[in-house]
């Protein structure tokens, strides 16, 4: 019985943990739409890009502005969720492609560099060296021109598949085909003051405002960050809640029409199996020990000098094509990277440095990593379709990061 | 032994997963059945079970 107790465990903490993240943001983004705040975002972000000739320039700028975002939501998946609800229709109504849309929402979180990252904290203290002088004097100057370049090869690959898929839906025909338009059908349309249109075109991104608020806060007063998306998820849902008792003056219908949330929460559901499904598939080769045996393999590997990066990476994709995470891997590693780089006679920072990025690349490229999952339920593509467009720019970084490590590290 | 059945499985599950992805099925179940499989494969093995990696590690 144990197997199947392995699988409820996982709806329990899937339930109680990612997955809680998941309904709060699908409820409140169900919530904005039915309100009309939606609609409000979308047409003035999408005014302001009129004047774009292709839409194509806005993909390395997304793609960099998520990475720069990734500092404010470090979780992959989470920051995925917060721009599916936010930024997806906006692209998709500029006339970006699904596809290509999804691709850049689904690469948004990578390699910044950050010192507030744990991973950087813990690799720092097992080199003997502060966080900043890691990140800023290694991590950096081979992060950010991998960043630089990937968001050039992302603005040619999703062209060219763009090209290659010209049957493409348009946000219009998404939405109906998808029963979105049926939903939206029955919302509200916010009409009156510029004020009041100002404030409803905010409401849909309160949560990211208030995330980059605390962040820049909790920067200034030399703290982390406090708040969890949670709980500026229900805060911002309580400002909306007020902004529809003030517009309105009908305290009964608004009160009524908050049970959206909860009916936008359960239309979610299916995100979270699917990830409760992928997380039983990776438990599953936890049990038959193949984690395990890699990992061993991978602690045991001397003498293999200047190749000991490379060997080290191509393992590190392996389980993280495998598991969805390289996050696990990286920490079980740091106590082992001083060591295994004076066996190999090389700077631990020139075998840190290519196993950390290349476990944070490569996420967007693997099956069960949580972040194409939702991003492929979200959008009603199939994974290997969202893998297809990001696997051209991840696995072009890894190149051109590798290349870097052994030229500047 | 139980690494060389171990590496079997793993490219078995692999191959079965890539194969099914690609006749557009529903992802959910697969997962489901190949990660139950896997768990049982497991319990055959002689291997301790239990929830070895926190959930986050997925993130």
Redesign the interface.
Known sequence: M???Q??V??FT??LA??GFVILLLAGYSAYMSYIGANDVTVSGLTSSMKNIKSVYILVPVVFLMGNILSLVVP????LAIILLATLYPVLRSTGMSRLTSAALIATSATIVPTPLGSDNVAIAAALHMSTTEYVFKYHAIISIPTLLLMAVIQYFWQKHEDKINQHELSYEEELQQYGLKEANDETNTISGSKGLRFIYGILPLLPIIILIIDFIVGISHGKPATMSVQAVTIISWIIAIFVELFHKHQAKQTLKDTNIFIKGMGSAM?IV???V???????????????R?IQTTMMHIKGAGILLPLIMVIFTVIIVL????G??LTFALIPLIVPLAKSAGIAPQQLSVPIQLAGNLLRAVS?????V?IVSGSTHL???QIIKRTSVPMIGGLIIMLILSFWLL | MSQVIAIILTIASVAILCYMLSKKLDIKIILFALGLVLLYCGVFMGNKIKVLQPVDALF
């Open positions: 144990k197997p199947i392995v699988m465990d996982q903490t899937t943990g990612p979780s992959a998946s989470n299916g199996v699917l990830l499904a992928a997380q039983t598939f990776v438990q599953g080769l936890n049990a038959i020990g193949i984690m045996m495998l598991s969805g995470s996050v696990a099956p069960v990593a949580a972040v999952l199939e994974p290997v």
